[in-house]
T-cell receptor, first 115, second 113 residues
Framework: DSGVTQTPKHLITATGQRVTLRCSPR?????VYWYQQSLDQGLQFLIQ???????AKGNILERFSAQQFPDLHSELNLSSLELGDSALYFC??????????????FGPGTRLTVL | AQSVTQLGSHVSVSEGALVLLRCNYS??????LFWYVQYPNQGLQLLLK??????LVKGINGFEAEFKKSETSFHLTKPSAHMSDAAEYFC???????????FGAGTRLFVKA
């Protein structure tokens, strides 16, 4: 158990819909990262937050957005869903600044299926 | 800019044989290097890491990796494969604490009985 929790575990929805994925980082971790993993694209970095502020952006679509709240949990919002958005979405956390390295602790993932 | 290349999307070994998973990186500064493992239906977990110091790094489950600056490589090895090692392995590079981590495409390891 990494200490990172993600809800829900599974999500099935229809094209055009909007969903919210939630992540609670390990106690004490200030950074949260979101990744998308699909069979054709592999593991893709989406976005990183550090202590509530956006820190780095990867291959995140404009239809997707995220935020990190004062209690450090994070939400990833996916809108106007398309079939191709079906994937595993992982959240990871790390201590980031102040730590000597950047080990990330991954949650169990949310499997999104868009029908 | 950083990048990571994992040679071979699939590697198959027999139980008891040597495991060698290859990783080459590109970084403009001394890198932090990581190997993560992902078992089916689970998130990634850290196997081992190199930050500074000793270039031969030992991790969990008998895995080790050697940082070779001249070859820009960080290959993962295990002397004797076990069935339970079957998983996907990801090499990753970071330019330091607080910087984003770039993951390789992953190598799926199959272990034959």
């Amino acid at each position: 158990d990494s200490g990172v929790t993600q809800t829900p575990k599974h999500l099935i929805t229809a094209t055009g819909q909007r969903v919210t994925l939630r992540c609670s980082p390990r106690s004490g971790d200030l950074s949260v990262y979101w990744y998308q993993q699909s069979l054709d694209q592999g593991l893709q970095f989406l976005i990183q937050y550090y202590n509530g502020e956006e820190r780095a952006k990867g291959n995140i679509l404009e239809r997707f957005s995220a935020q990190q709240f004062p209690d450090l949990h994070s939400e990833l919002n996916l809108s106007s869903l398309e079939l191709g958005d079906s994937a595993l979405y992982f959240c990871a956390s790390s201590v980031a600044e102040g730590s000597s390295y950047n080990e990330q602790f991954f949650g169990p993932g949310t499997r999104l299926t868009v029908l | 800019a950083q990048s990571v290349t994992q040679l071979g999307s699939h590697v198959s070994v027999s139980e008891g044989a040597l495991v060698l998973l290859r990783c080459n990186y590109s970084s403009s500064v001394p890198p932090y290097l990581f190997w993560y493992v992902q078992y089916p239906n689970q998130g990634l977990q850290l196997l081992l890491k190199y930050t500074t110091g000793a270039t031969l790094v030992k991790g969990i489950n008998g895995f080790e990796a050697e940082f070779k600056k001249s070859e820009t490589s960080f290959h993962l090895t295990k002397p004797s494969a076990h069935m339970s090692d079957a998983a996907e392995y990801f090499c990753a590079v970071s330019e330091g604490a607080g910087f984003k981590t770039i993951f390789g495409a992953g190598t799926r390891l199959f272990v034959k009985a």
